[in-house]
């Protein structure tokens, strides 16, 4: 049903049905940064420090419940090694390997596209 | 770049560049609506009211800052008919047309994994 949206109008219902899929899709991985989580995590396994270091920007307060977010999702696992100190890494699981059409068609646009997208943050900055 | 997302681990140069232009595609497109608002509208031109019952659970409040946003990032045209009452309606942009691969992999991938998804948020919903 979604490969007619490449083609012409979609239906009513075939949007519907496109909208309900999108809406499932957008409840597990939407926000700012959960994808960027599993494409930094794709490097290799990473400690929440360096997982803060990595993708800039983000809080460690929401990067906690980001992760929380994506282990309940089943995107990743926490691993704790116990010793001295206890070291807590987070690894992808192999559900999270299910994204990378997503991820690879959301970079190839991103990349493609950003003089544009570039502007634009330039424009909303200027309005805010 | 990123088809290496599909092969090995990237190496940390092809992490920071997918990272970033996945950051460069969500900044327009993330959060919760707007690829939403983009495929009710592949339907066909809508007015506020319109797009308001098509996508659910959305506020009029959060549907009007959206649509703003989407103007100036140029996904969508606002469509002014003077008359008696004024109508105003939402159409695409040849623009958003270059989001078609990111919708079809997303629409994909809530299909395909939508029984997990509905299981998550019931978890999410159980714990909130």
Redesign the interface.
Known sequence: ???K??KG????SE?K????????????I???WK??II??L???NKRFNELHR??GGISAKVLSTELK?LE???FINRKVFTGTPVVVEYELSP?AE?????????????????E???K??K??KA?A
Chains 1, 2 share one sequence.
């Open positions: 049903m979604t490969s949206i490449e109008p979609p239906s009513t949007c049905a496109t909208l309900n899929a999108i809406a499932d899709a957008l409840y597990v939407g926000g700012k994808l960027r494409v930094a794709k490097e290799g990595v993708i977010d309940l999702n089943g559900y299910t994204l990378n059409e997503v991820l690879h068609s959301l970079s190839e646009w991103g990349a493609r596209h950003r544009k997208v570039r634009s943050m424009k909303q309005l």
